[in-house]
């Protein structure tokens, strides 16, 4: 059975592309960033910098906005390209094997030192899981961030909601 496409990259670059975990796995040994746990105590994995993909595609020099797609809760965040940049890792393997869910997986975007959530464009909120595709773009893009506190604590307890206590 074919490996199944991971993430997909594409909008303002020359070369457009799918990448599966085979596809991430031949990026240098320079671009690997493994145990993203030393940038979040919390987060687990390892992962390829956002340059060495963005390396591959090209982006063009229009590109000013990446935005990062997660098809599977419809969550959207978009960000200035100069300011993410050297600063992401893309998040795909964990112990030798694909990302799971529980943990963002199977792709799991992380700026490695983000801004409190909603206090900045590049803020904790970015860090999208089960990223599906990055998309350069012009202008911004799509952005489902929540705007405020009371918006923020209900997309959290929409995710995890908390058992019944009793
Ligand atoms: N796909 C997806 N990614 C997401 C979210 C989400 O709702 N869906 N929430 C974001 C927000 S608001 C925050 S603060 C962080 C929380 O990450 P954590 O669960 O690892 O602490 O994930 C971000 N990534
Ligand atoms: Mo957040």
């Known amino acids: 059975m074919d490996d199944p496409v991971l993430l997909r990259v594409d909008g303002a670059v020359e070369g457009p592309r799918d990448f599966r975990f085979e596809d991430l796995e031949r990026l240098p040994e320079s671009s690997r960033v493994p ?8 987060r687990r994995g390892d992962g390829v910098t956002l340059d060495a993909i ?90 489902t961030r929540p705007a405020d506190d009371a918006a923020h604590a209900a997309l959290h307890a929409a995710e995890a909601p908390k058992p019944a206590t009793g």
Request: overall charge neutral; hydrophobic content about 35%; charged content about 30%.
């Open 35 to 42: 145990d993203v746990s030393r940038f979040h105590p919390k």
């Open 54 to 143: 963005l390396d591959l595609v090209r982006p063009r020099p229009e590109a000013n906005y990446l935005t990062l797609h997660a098809d599977k809760d419809d969550f959207h965040v978009s960000v200035p390209l100069d300011a993410v940049r050297r600063e992401s890792v893309v998040v795909y393997k964990l112990g030798g094997v694909g990302l799971g869910a529980e943990n963002g997986g199977p792709v799991r975007f992380l700026v490695k030192d983000p801004a409190a959530c909603h206090t900045s464009e590049l803020d904790d909120c970015a860090n999208v899981k089960y990223l599906s595709r990055l998309e350069l773009t012009v202008r911004r893009g799509r952005d």
